[in-house]
């Protein structure tokens, strides 16, 4: 089964408007943490935003801000006021466990994101 | 030179050539990462190295060979490649191989081996 799922491959928006990224995942784990990154068409992956699973509050960074539902197991990204510039894939990732091997990450395979003018 | 960079940015290489990718981080973090990002598929964790060890080697081939001689230097020897292994190679960084810490990416090499 897969640790992490992104079940749209594609996503268009507007510019100015929010939307959101869909993540699922899978632990058996009482402690993991989620990430979101981007990557733009140059490659690089972006740090955007981190959710602990024992965090109370939803996680914000600027327009970027995880809707984190334990209970569902769900991690969505929500982008505010779309802009250009935040065409790119996103990835959501799980880190899982404690100890000595809680740094390997598990992306999921990513939502194309397109901001129309 | 700030963050993480990744020389060269693009390798065209045949099958019987060896190569290096290099990595270098400028963040001040102990653990390092080489990735594989292939089409249509997530990222591959390859190897991970803490304080210079090498701490996982995630069953990748033995044409692909780690080096990682300080803790701000990673190195991806490359051997008798085949077709399958063109693909995106992303190197990372973290504070840390434990914890929350999230790891920092460079723009990584894409490679593709004819």
């Known amino acids: 089964a897969q640790k992490i799922t992104q079940t749209q491959p594609g996503m268009f928006v507007q510019e100015k408007e929010a939307v959101t990224l869909d993540c699922t995942y899978d632990t058996s784990d009482q402690s993991y943490g989620l990430f979101w990154y981007k990557q733009p068409s140059s490659g690089e992956m972006i740090f955007l935003i981190y959710?602990?699973?024992?965090?109370?509050q939803n996680a914000t960074e600027g327009r970027y801000s995880l809707n984190f539902q334990k209970a569902r197991k769900s991690a969505n990204l929500v982008i505010s006021a779309s802009q250009l510039g935040d065409s790119a894939m996103y990835f959501c990732a799980m880190r899982e466990g404690q100890g000595g091997s809680n740094y390997k990450l598990t992306f999921g395979k990513g939502t194309l994101l397109t901001v129309n003018p | 030179e700030t963050g993480v960079t990744q020389t060269p940015r693009h390798l065209v290489m045949g099958m019987t050539n060896k190569k290096s990718l290099k990595c270098e981080q400028h963040l001040g973090h102990n653990a390092m990462y080489w990735y594989k990002q292939s089409a249509k598929k997530p990222l591959e964790l390859m190897f991970v190295?803490?304080?210079?060890?090498?701490?996982e080697n995630n069953s990748v081939p033995s044409r692909f060979s780690p080096e990682c001689p300080n803790s701000s230097h990673l190195f991806l020897h490359l051997h008798t490649l085949q077709p399958e292994d063109s693909a995106l190679y992303l190197c990372?960084?973290?504070?840390?191989?434990?914890?929350?810490?999230?790891?920092?990416f460079g723009p990584g090499t894409r490679l593709t081996v004819t």
């Open positions: 990372a960084s973290s504070h840390g191989p434990q914890g929350s810490y999230e790891q920092y």
């Open positions: 190295y803490s304080l210079e060890e090498r701490v």
């Open positions: 959710q602990g699973s024992y965090d109370e």
